[in-house]
């Protein structure tokens, strides 16, 4: 009856409503958040919130994440509320959710690009499915859009919402600062606006708003320079400095990437340098589709810019890093909606100002449509995929440990890092021999020592020899033990290898003395 009264209504919404759209998309979502195996790169961060002492050693703790604060401030509120990581995929879901609503509802997309961009790779694979903090950038940037207009009377919402999108992750810290600077830049060149602005708004917004702003990324700079003993990606060392035209085609290879999801091997020249082409032949077609809109134009090249060079300089990433320069690409469009067409631009270029440029309207329309279905096929196959391979085998893996009655045990795990899904599906942590000591998340500092399967074993023997633990152990480990070890007696378990993530397989040992 009650699932009656609930239907009901929705079948009367018409199949062009943006509300059964999120509806959709939101039961899909559920469906699919509570079908995935979550990976470390997911649960190390849950633990991290749950498993600090206190205030102060999580924000130590999160220093030696690369990230801002943000995401780990939720994950601390939510596990107050329920201590199941559930609670974090509930959380995640409704942050894609809104972001997607805001898309529907406010932005100047038609209904079938904003159609296809929903059930792309991006909002609805890899933001969705994969709870961590990037999922913020698309709805940071999706709500200051949303309220960009509202520039004219104040700035301390969007300021407030670059201080949300900055303490985020580093790439969205990179959009925030390229949109901050578009608005300086507007307000500063743009007289009509500048005297409406002054005219309409509160003496002190601009003060509230440079505070905000110089709070927020201040915080979000400070918190993500490493300690001294930090030995991840986000240390301040291994900034690539020299010139190497096979990496610049590498570095636009992932701007290539964040369009059409294909990333070309570094090991072909053809590759690089055809999809280099492709992607700078897209920015240089957006670019001109700009030509009378300066400020999203701006936006546009800072943006991208910004992040094509930190990818250059520093890390090449991932596909939630370079999905970025997608959501850079829609904020522009999204925003040249705002404004009345100038020639300020094409006046300034005499090439531009006698050209005919009606072409680059057809064809920037065909290359943007062929982004939203190429975004398309990768959200829906990525999505399918996960419903059939799990992306990790912790999930199934934790299943078996409870369903056989092992979560008691005494558990040691390593390598620590591989660890963190199954420590936070159980609920327990294990004896680390990278830390010599118990524990749940892993930080790459603090003491902590890398080892090898031989040294992992010399200490369960050593402790078996002082009867530090019972008669036998629960080795876990997450590559397949190939030899035995002297004076202990092996005897292999069981063995989860379906995973995606090669490094998400687990192998579950018995060890006592001979």
Same mark, same amino acid.
């Given at each position: 009856m009650l699932i009656k009264k609930f239907i009901h209504p929705i079948s009367k919404l018409p199949l062009n409503s943006p509300w059964l759209m999120m509806l959709i998309f939101a039961f899909i979502g559920l469906m699919g958040i509570l079908n995935h195996a979550m990976w470390r790169d997911e649960l190390n961060p849950w633990l991290i919130a749950k498993d600090s002492q206190s205030f102060s050693d999580l924000i130590s703790n999160i220093r030696y994440e690369g990230h801002p604060v943000l995401w780990y401030f939720c994950l601390a509120f939510v596990?107050?509320?329920?201590?199941?990581?559930?609670?974090?995929?509930?959380?995640?879901?409704?942050?894609?959710?809104?972001?997607?609503?805001?898309?529907?509802?406010?932005?100047?997309?038609?209904?079938?690009?904003?159609?296809?961009?929903?059930?792309?790779?991006?909002?609805?694979?890899?933001? %969705?499915? /994969?709870?961590?903090?990037?999922?913020?950038?698309? $709805?940071?940037?999706? =709500?200051?859009?949303? #309220? !960009?207009? @509202?520039?004219?009377?104040?700035?301390?919402?969007?300021?407030?919402?670059?201080?949300?999108?900055?303490?985020?992750?580093?790439?969205?810290?990179?959009?925030?600062?390229?949109?901050?600077?578009?608005?300086?830049?507007?307000?500063?060149?743009?007289?009509?606006?500048?005297?409406?602005?002054?005219?309409?708004?509160?003496?002190?917004?601009?003060?509230?708003?440079?505070?905000?702003?110089?709070?927020?990324?201040?915080?979000?700079?400070?918190?993500?320079?490493?300690?001294?003993?930090?030995?991840?990606?986000?240390?301040?060392?291994?900034?690539?400095?020299?010139?190497?035209?096979?990496?610049?085609?590498?570095?636009?290879?992932?701007?290539?990437?964040?369009?059409? %999801?294909? /990333?070309?091997?570094?090991?072909?020249?053809?590759? $690089?340098?055809?999809? =280099?082409?492709?992607? #700078? !032949?897209? @920015?240089?077609?957006?670019?001109?589709?700009?030509?009378?809109?300066?400020?999203?134009?701006?936006?546009?090249?800072?943006?991208?810019?910004?992040?094509?060079?930190?990818?250059?300089?520093?890390?090449?990433?991932?596909?939630?890093?370079?999905?970025?320069?997608?959501?850079?690409?829609?904020?522009?469009?999204?925003?040249?909606s705002y404004y009345p067409d100038s020639e300020s631009v094409i006046n300034r270029i005499p090439f531009l100002k006698q050209r005919s440029w009606k072409f680059v309207d057809k064809w920037h329309y065909i290359a943007l449509m062929l982004i939203f279905y190429v975004q398309l096929l990768g959200g829906i196959g990525n999505f399918g995929r996960d419903l059939f391979i799990p992306f990790s085998a912790s999930k199934a893996t934790a299943n078996y440990i409870q369903e056989s009655r092992l979560e008691k045990e005494f558990i040691v795990a390593s390598r620590d890092a591989n660890m963190a899904a199954l420590s936070g599906y159980l609920h327990r942590k294990f004896y680390y021999p990278e830390l010599q000591n118990l524990g749940s998340f892993t930080i790459f500092g603090k003491g902590r020592k890398s080892v090898d399967k031989g040294e992992a074993l010399r200490q369960v023997s050593e402790m078996l020899n002082h009867g530090e633990a019972n008669k036998k152990i629960l080795l876990i480990l997450h590559e397949k033990l190939q030899s035995n070890y002297q004076g202990l007696q092996i005897n292999p378990v069981k063995s989860f290898e379906k995973a995606w993530v090669d490094t998400e397989r687990f192998y579950l040992y018995w060890v006592q003395k001979e």
């Open positions: 596990n107050k509320i329920a201590d199941t990581p559930i609670m974090m995929q509930l959380l995640h879901l409704s942050i894609t959710t809104t972001a997607v609503a805001i898309f529907w509802l406010c932005s100047p997309f038609n209904h079938l690009q904003k159609l296809l961009f929903t059930f792309g790779y991006f909002p609805f694979y890899e933001y %969705l499915l /994969i709870s961590r903090n990037y999922a913020f950038s698309f $709805l940071f940037v999706f =709500a200051f859009c949303a #309220i !960009f207009p @509202f520039r004219k009377r104040n700035y301390w919402q969007l300021a407030v919402l670059l201080g949300l999108l900055a303490n985020s992750s580093a790439y969205a810290l990179f959009v925030s600062l390229a949109l901050c600077t578009t608005l300086v830049i507007e307000l500063c060149f743009d007289s009509e606006h500048r005297h409406q602005y002054f005219n309409q708004s509160n003496k002190y917004d601009l003060f509230i708003s440079s505070i905000i702003i110089i709070f927020a990324f201040g915080l979000a700079i400070n918190i993500m320079t490493p300690p001294a003993d930090s030995y991840l990606h986000g240390g301040l060392k291994g900034w690539f400095t020299e010139f190497d035209f096979r990496h610049l085609l590498r570095s636009f290879g992932r701007l290539f990437g964040g369009y059409f %999801l294909i /990333i070309p091997t570094h090991k072909r020249w053809l590759d $690089l340098i055809l999809c =280099a082409g492709i992607s #700078i !032949f897209v @920015f240089g077609l957006t670019g001109l589709k700009l030509r009378k809109k300066p400020i999203p134009l701006f936006f546009y090249t800072l943006g991208t810019g910004i992040i094509l060079a930190f990818t250059y300089l520093r890390f090449l990433g991932n596909p939630r890093h370079y999905g970025h320069f997608y959501l850079v690409l829609l904020a522009a469009l999204w925003l040249a």
